[in-house]
Each structure stands twice: as C-alpha cells, then as structure tokens.
C-alpha cells in the first residue's frame, strides 16, 4: 500500500510541476524511457534461479518509468489542441 501511495503522490507533484511549466514535459519522457530501459536491460540476465528481491527491483524500475510517462503524454495530448478545440 505504501508503494502504490507513493507512486501516486509523485505523480501529483510531477503534474502539477509540468502545469506550472517547472517541468519540461519532453525531459519526463526522456526519463520513463531511460527507467524502461533500465528495467529491461537488468531483466535480460534473469535466470530461473530469480528471487524475489530483483524482480520487484526491476518492476520498480518500471513502475517509475510508468510514472514520468502518463503524465506528460497526457498533458502534451491536452495541450496539442486549440482553444476552440477545448471544451
């Protein structure tokens, strides 16, 4: 449960930083990719001799990486349309 609150409230904090143009949306993606290839290169040399410590590790990996790319896709896809387009 800490986990997943954590994910959550940073989420929060990167949204509301790439709202307030703190954040460029494009360095966010940049970083889910990097976190998603971080966790497939440290899965390739899994073994069916795994324990549990290093798969959560490389899930974590790419949970963050799920975290920085959701939110700026999201908010480059709003931002995309014109003011007539919004609703």
Do not use: Q, W
Request: net charge neutral; hydrophobic share 55%.
């Amino acid at each position: 449960l800490a986990i997943m609150s954590f994910a959550g409230v940073l989420a929060y904090f990167i949204y509301h930083a790439v709202i307030t143009k703190k954040l460029n949306p494009y360095f966010l993606l940049i970083i889910s990719v990097l976190c998603f290839a971080g966790s497939c290169y440290y899965s390739t040399y899994f073994n069916t001799e795994i324990d549990f410590f290093h798969l959560a590790v490389a899930r974590l990996l790419a949970g963050i990486g799920l975290v920085f790319f959701f939110i700026p896709i999201a908010y480059l896809s709003n931002t995309s349309y014109g003011a007539d387009h919004s609703s």
